[in-house]
């Protein structure tokens, strides 16, 4: 209590001190004494276009604008189909209020741009929309992550998601070029901002040049625009860390860049031990998917897995539980070989050791079984990434274009596990290989200015082998009349992809756009599983029904048709996909085919009542084929004491969806609200009989008729200039219901409703202080034969002080409740502090920065499920103190 209550006092003071001003009204009218609604209204420095204040007058044409800034200025008045006016205004320390009524004038105007010019400097021109980065940027910003998350419209998430609109991006550019498409987390986690001009957001972004203007697109990109003195040259920076606590953690990270007139290069390393992600989800990079894209075809492809040994810590900041020791190199250049070809490589690296500690107690009750188990956990994860990429573009003509992308990627995985089940010692050994090979070949034809045809070949070869090793034996229930004492099993999982699509795109004069798609899709999988019981090394019995040699074919040939008429502000959008499947299934001496002919419809409508005003909503009904984890027909080990197996046959799945948007505001508004709501229903759906006891757990996937979900969300944005600050709300709302079958019970059905509410305020002060702060609530509740439910809470305060050019300092603190656990455990407090001082100006800064300076060691939380109740507690770093040194060239 006595923390929270100097994180408010702090923030107290410093909004004091800050927020006495001056305020000037008025009154604009047109030559006929008649309200101008709209008009733009600035207050900008009579010597420099420094604009310090804006607003814009109401529909009865007049103004209130706010300042705090006091001497001699210029207001300005602006707006479409009128001539700008200026008038020269003294803001006095001891003036109030200024009363400036105004008359305009018309002229001739053009509807090519609009600029909103103020201390954000945005600048609005078509679907561009430009943020001056020098309004944003602050000395203590490492990264290009950090610079975004200061931008009004733009988030990022804890994992590096960028969203716009809160959507996710498709790409971050640099000066037109995109290094690594989805996987632009490297680039937002290592770059540095200080060489950058602008923040170019590209909305309606089409990701092949010549659809441009004719798919309809709701896609946004991210541009970033360089320094002029920052091109054709080689710049960068290399920072030093090492934790001066004596706990051995250190940083290292370089980033060399260099975009010349024809050739484009960035090289960056990290490598660090103090929990930094420096790459995200790399998934995205190597797999990156576009649903319903044009030229996508492949994209939703993939060879699963049958184990992944678990290392997840819900509702925490990651790089608190991060125990790594990573090596990231990556080697990325752009080559213009003539003006039509033009040649993209990626080389990717990555190490990483990861260390997890976890500590739990779990009570079952269902079905009359009532029991506890125990875990004392402890993991190691060591991986490596290898992955390249060769992306070749040929520019035929203006309106014709070839592009080649081929990626081949590696993962080498070994993990261990250390485990204490219930006061027996258990060692877990997991080693997995990823090999993957992906060629995708585009042609695109713009053969007349508003009709594009694309055809797209694509070959995908996956596998994904695993050993697995437990050296204990907790099955004597399934097996009572052996003597092994540990267990091993052998997977191959291997998937070959082949398919073709032909995808024309017309749009009409009226604005009207037809699509017609044919193609075919092919896919072979083939999963082969082998579960032996062990005695020491002894192999003594490969038991039937645990071993799988399955294999399964899917052929899809397809014609998909859509239109979109538009009438005014009003767009109603048909489309219809017709599917013949060709399905073969075989297991060892048995094999079956299937045949089945299906429709999947959707029908859209768009209403755009105004420009700020807008609603989307759609309907759709889909039937999905299963996949080659839902179909193999014995068990498998998925985990120590765990079994799963498929159906055995095929299988396909209908469900419905209906999604209704509204939004009010756009990007650029000083109010932004977003709200939406999503059905479900499955007709269909894969759930799970199982049959629990204390030592293993045996699941058999059955289909069940009837599952809904829905799902609220909505997202409020207001900027409030009287203290030069952003408030955003967020909120969302889920219910959903399911069955299952547990220990031969009836059928239950489980009722699952989660709530997640919380509100953020962050300052955009010109002084040397700024905040950021917010709460977070998440509440869960599960009902079926028992219920259980709990609330948890995150809340955190940030406070930035730049005292000079050469000086600043950070603190940053947050608060973690977790319901459901007893008292003395469930509160934990953090504080992290960061110093930089600059010895040379552009070129050399020391910083001092320490995490977790409370110490905090472990935190506990409680997690449901239908079947049972958890307390985990989960081990963190410990406090370090980090003294890095930077050097920028």
Do not use: C
Request: a positive charge; charged letters at 20%.
């Amino acid at each position: 209590m006595k923390r929270t209550n100097v994180h408010l006092l702090i923030f107290l003071l410093f909004t004091q001190v800050l927020f006495s001003q001056t305020i000037l009204k008025g009154l604009v009218t047109d030559t006929s004494n008649l309200p101008i609604p709209y008009v733009n209204v600035l207050i900008k420095k009579d010597s420099a276009n420094v604009i310090v204040a804006y607003t814009y007058s109401n529909e009865k044409g007049k103004y209130t604008l706010k300042t705090r800034k006091t001497g001699k200025y210029l207001l300005t008045f602006s707006a479409l189909g009128y001539k700008k006016l200026e008038i020269p205004v003294e803001i006095l320390p001891d003036s109030e209020q200024i009363i400036k009524n105004v008359i305009l004038t018309q002229e001739a105007f053009s509807l090519d741009e609009v600029i909103i010019q103020n201390e954000k400097a945005i600048n609005i021109k078509k679907d561009t929309i430009e943020v001056r980065v020098s309004n944003y940027l602050s000395e203590n910003d490492e990264t290009v992550e950090d610079l975004l998350k200061k931008i009004p419209g733009v988030t990022v998430n804890s994992e590096g998601t960028i969203k716009v609109n809160n959507k996710e991006i498709e790409k971050l550019m640099i000066d037109g070029d995109d290094f690594f498409d989805k996987g632009y987390k490297i680039l937002s986690k290592n770059m540095p901002p200080d060489q950058l001009e602008k923040v170019q957001l590209l909305q309606k972004y089409s990701n092949n040049k010549l659809l441009k203007g004719i798919e309809e697109s709701d896609k946004t990109a991210l541009n970033l625009v360089l320094k002029e003195d920052a091109k054709r040259q080689w710049f960068g920076n290399l920072t030093l860390g090492y934790d001066i606590s004596l706990n051995n953690r250190y940083s290292l990270k370089s980033y060399l860049m260099n975009f010349g007139k024809k050739n484009k290069y960035i090289f960056l390393t990290n490598l660090n031990n103090i929990g930094y992600d420096a790459t995200g989800d790399i998934n995205h990079l190597i797999r990156p998917f576009r649903y319903g894209e044009p030229a996508s075809i492949g994209d939703n492809q993939s060879a699963n897995t049958l184990i992944n040994l678990n290392a997840f810590t819900p509702n925490f900041k990651a790089s608190r539980t991060n125990f790594n020791n990573a090596e990231l190199a990556s080697l990325n250049a752009i080559f213009t070989l003539s003006k039509k070809i033009k040649l993209k490589t990626i080389g990717f690296f990555n190490w990483d050791e990861n260390d997890f500690f976890r500590n739990s107690v779990t009570t079952f009750t269902s079905s009359g079984t009532d029991f506890t188990n125990t875990e004392d956990y402890v993991l190691r994860k060591k991986k490596f990434t290898g992955f390249g990429k060769i992306d070749f573009n040929y520019d035929i003509s203006k309106t014709k274009t070839l592009e080649v992308v081929t990626k081949f990627n590696n993962q080498d995985t070994n993990d261990n596990s250390n485990l204490l089940f219930n006061g027996t010692s258990t060692i877990e050994n997991l080693q997995s290989n990823n090999t993957l090979f992906d060629q995708k070949i585009t042609y695109t034809n713009k053969f007349k200015d508003t009709k594009v045809f694309l055809l797209t070949g694509r070959y995908i070869n996956e596998k994904t082998p695993q050993n697995y090793t437990v050296n204990r034996f907790f099955y004597n229930d399934l097996f009572p009349n052996t003597t092994a004492n540990n267990v091993w099993q052998q997977s191959e999982n291997q998937m070959q992809f082949a398919g073709f699509e032909a995808h024309l795109l017309d749009r009409k004069k009226s604005g009207n756009l037809l699509e017609l798609q044919f193609g075919n899709q092919y896919r072979y999988d083939k999963l082969n599983t082998t579960f032996s019981l062990f005695e020491n090394n002894t192999a003594l019995e490969t038991p039937n029904d645990f071993q799988n040699k399955t294999s399964y074919q899917t052929n899809d040939l397809y014609l998909e048709t859509k239109y979109r008429y538009e009438i005014n502000n009003f767009a109603i959008t048909g489309q219809l996909g017709l599917h013949q499947l060709f399905n073969k299934l075989s297991f060892a001496g048995f094999s079956e085919n299937q045949n089945p002919f299906f429709i999947n419809p959707k029908l859209g409508l768009d209403w755009k009542i105004n420009n700020k005003n807008k609603i989307t909503s759609f309907y759709s009904y889909n039937t999905t084929n299963a996949k080659i984890l839902d179909v193999y027909n014995d068990y498998v080990l998925t985990g120590f004491r765990s079994f799963s197996k498929g159906t055995g046959t095929f299988n396909q799945l209908d469900a419905s969806t209906f999604s209704f948007n509204y939004q009010l505001g756009n990007w650029s508004d000083v109010f932004f609200a977003n709200t939406s709501v999503v059905y479900n229903k499955n007709f269909d759906f894969f759930s799970t009989n199982s049959i629990i006891t204390q030592n293993q757990t045996l699941s058999e996937k059955i289909t069940i008729k009837d599952r809904e979900a829905v799902t609220i969300f909505t997202d409020i944005n207001k900027y409030f200039k009287s203290i030069s600050s952003n408030f955003k709300i967020k909120a969302s709302y889920t219910k959903s219901n399911y069955k299952n079958i547990v220990n031969n019970s009836e059928l239950r059905e489980i009722k699952s409703t989660n709530y997640d509410y919380g509100f953020e305020l962050r300052s955009g002060f010109q002084g040397i202080f700024n905040y950021h702060l917010g709460s977070n609530w998440t509440t869960n509740r599960i009902e079926s034969t028992i219920t259980n439910s709990f609330t948890n809470n995150v809340s955190f305060l940030d406070l930035t002080f730049t005292i000079n050019e050469k000086f600043n300092f950070q603190i940053q603190t947050e608060r973690y409740f977790f319901g459901a656990v007893e008292a003395s455990d469930n509160t934990y407090y953090f504080a992290d502090v960061g110093a930089s001082y600059k010895l040379i100006k552009k070129k050399l800064t020391v910083s001092l920065s320490g995490k977790n300076l409370f110490n905090t060691e472990t935190f506990k939380t409680f997690s449901i499920s239908d079947i049972s109740t958890a307390t985990t507690q989960y081990r963190l770093l410990e406090r370090f103190v980090l003294l890095k040194a930077e050097y920028r060239f």
